[in-house]
Structures are given as structure tokens and as C-alpha cells.
């Protein structure tokens, strides 16, 4: 299929009331983490906000490759894609930051419940908005059944970065700064898939679980848009 038959992504009406959206949103995760900070004196929940610069990375990714056109699109198609796939599950990870609730001086534990909410809310939806962008770029090329079969693989592969994540506490930057290492955790799991069962329980239930709710919001806008 030739280039031209590439659509774009542009900064369209639609386009630029999401992004204004999620700004809002992100700014307001941003405000309660700093509101607590300034209720406790405390650090604590500081590292929600480096967690909500890695999930905008995928959607700035797929926003990029969006927008690119024509040859530059087809150069940087690849190593984008890749990049892509490599930060992603950093945005739906921010969902299991809930295991850090619990009740704490100096603060209401409905507080930190917010905050911790808000937070994973907008992983969530950056998660499916550039997993939204990568299907459409997909589809258009090959077709509609390969553009779902690249968003459940995604969602898959991002489960599986989450359980490395949160139980491995391996990073994204890991492939280039421990390769090995993660290499070996990961092989070794393949090859003895029945020696860690909460490895593939974790996978298969999250993935099974983003997938309902990505298919959810698709579902969703596809009704407004027809009504």
C-alpha cells in the first residue's frame, strides 16, 4: 500500500480538546500530589509525578508519528513504534500504584485515595489514547483485524511490563542499562512458564482487564460519534 494511503493524525478541533483534557487532568493530579506535600511536609507520593512524565511519553510518541507525514513518517516509523512499545506500559503501571494506599499521619486516607486515583485515571487514558493513535496507523495500512490484533498484543505486552515493573522493579531504560539481567528474567519465565504462575496470572488478568476497558471507551466514542 502506497504512502498516500496514510492518514494523519492533525491537530484537529477533536484533537486539540483531548490534549486540553488530559492537560487538565495532569494538572490536577499534579496539584493534589503538591497539596499533600504541603498538608504532611513530606515527600511521599512525590514519585506519582515522574510516573505521570513516563505515561505522556507513549502518548507524545504516537501523537509524533501522528502527525509526521509522507517520507519522514515511513523513516521514523519504525524506531518510533519501537520506542513506543518500550514506554507503554509505564502508562497503565501507574494503576498499581494503589498498593501504596494506606492510612498515613497527618493526612485523610480518602486524600491520599484521590490522589492515587487520579493518577492512575490518567495513566489509564494515556495508555488508550496513544494505544488509539498506534491501532489507527496499524489499521490503515493493514487493515482492520491487524490493527486489533497489534492493540490486544500491546495490551498484552504492557501487562507483562507491568508485573517486570512493579515485582522486578525493572525500568524501560533496563533493555539498554541491564539487558542481560532482563533478558534472563524474561527467557527464564518462558521457558518455565508453570514455576511462576503469578507472572502469567498478573499478565492475563490485567490484559484481559485494559482490553475490556480500552474496548469500552472505543465503544463509547464509536456510539456519540453515530448518534
Known amino acids: ?3 498516500s494511503s496514510f492518514v494523519s493524525l492533525p491537530f484537529s478541533r477533536s484533537r486539540l480538546t483531548l490534549v486540553f483534557v488530559l ?3 495532569l494538572a490536577l493530579s499534579m496539584v493534589l500530589v503538591m497539596g499533600r506535600v504541603v498538608m504532611t511536609g513530606r515527600f511521599t507520593f ?30 521514523v516509523l519504525v524506531p518510533v513504534g519501537a520506542a513506543w512499545l518500550l514506554f507503554f506500559p509505564n502508562a497503565p503501571y501507574i494503576l498499581t500504584d494503589l498498593f501504596h494506599l494506606d492510612s498515613r499521619p ?8 484521590a490522589v492515587i486515583l487520579s493518577c492512575a485515571w490518567n495513566g489509564l487514558m494515556l495508555a488508550y489514547a496513544s494505544l ?14 491487524a490493527g486489533w490484533a497489534f492493540a490486544v498484543v500491546a495490551l498484552l505486552l504492557s501487562s507483562f511490563g507491568i508485573y517486570l515493573g512493579r515485582y522486578l ?15 534472563y528474567d524474561i527467557v ?3 521457558i518455565h512458564p508453570f514455576s511462576f504462575p503469578g507472572t502469567w496470572g498478573l499478565t492475563l488478568v490485567f490484559g484481559v482487564f485494559l482490553l475490556v476497558g480500552y474496548g469500552t471507551v472505543r465503544a463509547l466514542g464509536r456510539s456519540h460519534e453515530e448518534a
Open 1 to 3: 500500500m502506497q504512502e
Open 23 to 25: 492537560a487538565a487532568s
Open 46 to 75: 512525590l514519585f506519582l509525578i515522574w510516573n505521570l512524565f513516563l505515561a505522556v511519553i507513549p502518548f507524545a510518541l504516537s501523537t509524533m508519528l501522528g502527525t509526521a507525514r509522507g517520507p519522514l513518517r515511513a523513516r
Open 106 to 113: 497527618g493526612v485523610p486516607l480518602w486524600y491520599d485515595l
Open 132 to 145: 488509539a493513535d498506534m491501532q489507527r496507523l496499524v489499521q490503515l495500512r493493514l487493515g482492520p483485524i
Open 169 to 183: 522493579r525493572f525500568n524501560s531504560w533496563d533493555v539498554l542499562a541491564n539487558p542481560l539481567t532482563l533478558f
Open 188 to 190: 527464564n519465565r518462558l
